[in-house]
């Protein structure tokens, strides 16, 4: 089955195990999904059936919104309540003005040290396959973006609602505030809220997807930045030919009444030519 859905991922399942549930009640064999949550997590993901999964490099992937609640006082080997105390600290009376301008400072454009527990490849070996085994190895900061950080306390719990590009991790941000405060920070619970314009409220739960799926238009799941122009030339596009545009994109994605059909880059030639069909 071809598809896209919106997926609200259920606590104590990794992506990838939420992944074969699809594929398995849709009886499709090709899916994927354009990024993993933990698996204590819950949450949105965007999970690809069929010939969609030919959209996962063109897929939204920035402005991520979670909901996070913090922890105080403790130090995990896994920056979270989930992994085991390495030390611990008795906090101090931490205000909601102090620390919103400790995470105002951090808005912006800046470097993030994966964590150990990340799936980031090195030496060709994941970083949980390290840490599982008690190593520690040295990673190279990651640029990443904080869009929004808003702090907020309810029933003496202290939140967090982020908006940040992807690859960010959200329990090194909840450290790095920790350590901005002088405090020791864990994550203590991450619900992704949203990508870009996708919302949670949209999206079906895995007992919603057996009775009664609901599907997003391929559309809406790509990147706002890529340019998505009706198709002049159907015949060539559909066949894979080059094309001379008077445009200056990079890339580009043709589309005929609302299905998409190829995406084209632009080469030294000037011209545009086919990278990847998507019917």
Known sequence: MDGILLLDKPAGMTSFSAVARCRKIFHEKKTGHTGTLDPEATGLMI??????????????????HYHAT????????????????IEEKAPRNISVEEL?????????????????????????????????????VERK??????????????????????????????????????????????????????????????ANSLEE?????VFTEPRKIIDP?????????????????????????PLILFEKDGELLAAYEKREDGRYHCLRGLL
Do not use: W
């Open 209 to 213: 997807l057996e009775t009664s799926p």
């Open 47 to 64: 999970v690809l059936l069929g010939k969609y999964t030919k959209l996962l490099p063109f897929a939204v992937k920035d402005h991520k």
């Open 141 to 202: 900061p990651r640029k990443v973006r904080y869009d929004s950080l808003r702090v907020f306390e309810e029933d003496g719990v202290m939140h967090l609602d982020a908006v940040v590009s992807g690859g960010t991790y959200i329990r090194t941000l909840i450290k790095d505030l920790g350590e901005a405060v002088g405090e020791y920070a864990v994550m203590a619970s991450l619900v992704r809220t949203g990508i870009e314009s996708l919302k949670l409220s949209q």
């Open 225 to 249: 930045s890529l340019p998505v122009l009706e198709c002049p030339f159907e015949a060539d596009v559909i066949h894979g030919r080059s094309i001379l545009l008077d445009r200056e994109d």
């Open 70 to 85: 913090i922890r105080f006082g403790i130090r995990t080997d896994t920056d979270d309540v989930f992994g085991t105390v």
């Open 100 to 136: 919103q301008k400790a995470a105002d400072v951090m808005i912006g454009e800046r470097e993030q040290i994966p964590p150990m527990v990340s799936a980031i490849k090195q030496n060709g070996r994941k970083l949980y396959e390290y840490a599982r085994k008690g190593i520690e």
